[in-house]
């Protein structure tokens, strides 16, 4: 049920630790691509020429979510830590936050406000952002993402994500660009 969460976390996460600029951040496609794998560590590193993973786990109750992440160091099989933190809904980005900064902190670097660059902060907002990111069936997007904007209007992600369905109407030759852009406004 998590699924979508995690991976929406987990992308959250290459997205903020990117913002980091003395810090290669592997691209989604090849670091997602050994998601839910039986590949072991070093394989896994060898495949994508880094010295250390991030990897964790997700669980929700009620309004909480929790965020088990543990840092390794591949050459030495060495866990360099391991912690558990959570999210609540007044707080959806304290648990991505938390082990960004932990990160960060162990490189020696700084991390920005998510909202400085389109996050939230309220964690239902975010929640319907992170469910239209798995949909296929733009009705439901779109759907999903104006209960988002409903949440926190200033939500900019969700915004984009309106805009980027009004460019795929276009694209398929569904609609001209004067009616998906009236599709998209608030």
């Known amino acids: 049920e998590l699924g979508y969460f995690g991976t929406g976390m987990a992308e959250a996460l290459l997205n903020e630790l990117g913002h980091l600029a003395s810090l290669d951040v592997i691209a989604r496609t090849s670091s997602f691509s050994f998601q839910n794998t039986t590949a ?3 394989e ?7 010295d250390y993973l991030l990897e ?18 591949v050459s030495s099989g060495r866990q360099l ?15 991505q936050r938390g082990i960004a900064g932990k990160v960060a902190g162990y490189l020696e670097m700084s991390i920005g406000d998510p909202e400085e660059y389109g996050g939230t902060s309220n964690f239902e907002a975010y929640d319907l952002y992170l469910r239209e990111k798995t949909e296929t069936d733009q009705a439901t997007r779109r759907v999903l ?5 409903a949440h926190d209007p200033d939500f900019a992600l969700a915004m984009l994500g ?15 660009v004067d009616e998906m852009w009236r599709e998209v406004q608030p």
């Open 44 to 50: 896994i590193a060898a495949a994508l020429a880094v």
């Open 145 to 149: 993402l104006d209960a988002a904007l």
């Open 162 to 176: 309106k805009a980027g369905l009004a460019l795929e109407g276009v694209w398929q030759n569904r609609k001209n």
């Open 81 to 95: 830590w391991s912690e558990t933190f959570e999210g609540t809904s007044t707080r959806p980005f304290s648990a």
């Open 56 to 73: 964790g786990s997700v669980s929700r109750e009620a309004d909480n979510v929790f965020v088990v992440a543990k840092l390794v160091e």
């Open 40 to 42: 072991g560590l070093a």
